[in-house]
C-alpha cells in the first residue's frame, strides 16, 4: 500500500527537500504538503508531481484544523513536523506575545499534529512521526529564550511520546538541524553569515537534502527499531 506522507511547513527550503527527497526515493508514496498562506513554491512541487504530491490547507496550531486536514487525507502513515519559526529577542525585551506565539507556533503545533495521527496510527498499530526541532534545543544562543525552550519541549515531548507508542509499532524521532542553506533569516549580513561558518568545523551550512536524508531514514521500514531520538545534524558544532 502506498503511504501517505503529511509534512507541515511545506512551502519553506527544508519542508520542499524532505517533500523531494520522499517523492524521488519512495515513487509510490502520496506526499501532502501541508501549507497555510505563501503557498507558491509547493504548488509548483505539486503541479509538477503528476499527483504524487497534494495541498493541503492546515494551520498548525488550530486542533480543528488539523481534523480537518487527516479526514482529507484518509489516514497518515508518516508525520514530520516540520513548520516552525522564531521571534529572537533578549528576555529582558521580549514581549508575552512573542513568547506565546513562539511556543504555540513550534511546540503546541507538534502536539496538535501527534495527537491528530496517533487515533489511526494506532488503529493500523504502525506509523512514523518525525518532529523537526532544533540545534538551539540542547545548543541555544542568546536571545532565543522562547524558541530554545520550545524546542526542548519538542525533543522532551518526542521521547515521552517515543515510549507510550513503541508497543502499537509507532515510532517518534527527533532530528536536531544546524544552521540550513536556504532556512537563514535575509536581514543576516554576509560577513555574519561567514562568522557563522567559521564556528562549524565543516566550514559550512546543512544542506536542506542532507536534513532531509535522515529524516527520510528514521521515517523508513528499516528504522522500525528507532524511536526517542534526538539527532542533532550540525556538522559537528557540539
Known amino acids: ?111 496538535h499534529g501527534c495527537q491528530a495521527v496517533m487515533p489511526g496510527m494506532m488503529r493500523q498499530r504502525g506509523g512514523r512521526i518525525v518532529n523537526i526541532a532544533s540545534l538551539s534545543a540542547i545548543h541555544p544562543p542568546a536571545g532565543q529564550t522562547n524558541y530554545a525552550a520550545a524546542k526542548a519541549g519538542v525533543v522532551g515531548l518526542t521521547k515521552s511520546l517515543a515510549k507510550e507508542a513503541a508497543r502499537m509499532g509507532i515510532t517518534v524521532n527527533a532530528v536536531l538541524p544546524g544552521y540550513i542553506e536556504g532556512g537563514l533569516p535575509q536581514e543576516w549580513s554576509e560577513e555574519h553569515l561567514k562568522a557563522l561558518k567559521m564556528q562549524l568545523p565543516m566550514r559550512r551550512f546543512a544542506r536542506p537534502a542532507e536534513v532531509a536524508a535522515a529524516v527520510f531514514f528514521l521515517a523508513s521500514p528499516e528504522a522500525s527499531y528507532i524511536t526517542g531520538t534526538a539527532l542533532p545534524i550540525d556538522g559537528g558544532m557540539i
Open 1 to 111: 500500500m502506498p503511504r501517505n506522507i503529511l509534512i507541515t511547513g511545506a512551502n519553506g527550503a527544508l519542508g520542499l527537500a524532505i517533500a523531494e527527497f520522499f517523492l524521488s526515493h519512495e515513487p509510490e508514496a502520496i506526499v501532502h504538503l501541508g501549507v497555510r498562506e505563501r503557498r507558491e513554491r509547493a504548488a509548483a512541487l505539486a503541479e509538477r508531481s503528476e499527483g504524487r504530491a497534494r495541498l493541503v490547507t492546515l494551520e498548525i496550531t488550530d486542533p480543528e484544523a488539523w481534523k480537518v486536514a487527516i479526514e482529507q487525507i484518509g489516514s497518515v502513515d508518516v508525520l514530520v513536523n516540520n513548520a516552525g519559526f522564531h521571534e529572537d529577542a533578549l528576555l529582558a525585551n521580549m514581549k508575552s506575545d512573542q513568547w506565546s506565539r513562539v511556543l504555540d507556533g513550534n511546540l503546541g503545533s507538534v502536539f
